[in-house]
């Protein structure tokens, strides 16, 4: 026999359910659109600019060896001052490789093309089985419902169709259904209304206006070619200020 369900419990289950589904989908489709957008979109230019920004500094850097080896009145070693600068912008030069690694693996993605029909079914099951497989809506599962769950994610983040129809083909049947505290389930509810807050304030959610909005974009791309072109003309000035240097030792 089915036991009778408080009215306000089935309330905030189904509230918890349709939360856990727009985070999860958040976190898994719509958070990897848009960071592949804007790294196709605008992620060279700032790569450029960063690498840029950081010879400068490393060009600085030179002229400060070099000023410093003129006053002791020491004979300039050009490769033991490029050794210090590599050692000391070694963190930075690992941090500029792994941006253009990030490029150049969004790059390669080769997007999934789904029909429109099987994209609303992808959408359709993903909302079923997670009602029946998420930890926080089912906190007496098992520990196969729980790899489930994983593989539910998992599934729906690559868009596999196939996935999702063989987890609930395999999903044990539904067992009497179990009443949690209201309590609790008002905590899940402001929980996860936080983690969807904070995903839309912070990194790629955030970059979604300057993507939607063209205007913005190309405004914000300009900018950035303007940025790059001024530190190409600031690197000139230093290179020709270290040959100066060089040339009056």
Known sequence: MSLIIHPEVEKLKERLSQLILEYDYLINQICPEIERQYVLEFGLFEY??????????????????????????????????????????EEYEKQLQAQIDEIKYIEDIKTKELSDEDFKKIKKLYKLLIKRLHPDLNPNQTFFEYNLFLNTVKHFKNGDLKGLESILAILPGEETEETSEIGDLKNLVEDYEKRISDV?????????????????GNEYRQMLIELIDDRKEEIVKLENKIDDLIKNV
Do not use: M, V, W
């Open 48 to 89: 450029e600019l960063y690498r840029l920004e950081l010879e400068i500094d490393k060009l600085k850097r030179k002229i400060q060896l070099i000023q410093k080896e003129i006053n002791h009145e020491n004979e300039i070693d050009l490769n033991k001052i490029e050794e210090i600068i590599n050692r000391e912008f």
């Open 200 to 216: 839309k304030k912070d990194y790629p959610y955030n970059k979604k206006g300057l993507l939607d909005d063209k205007k913005s």
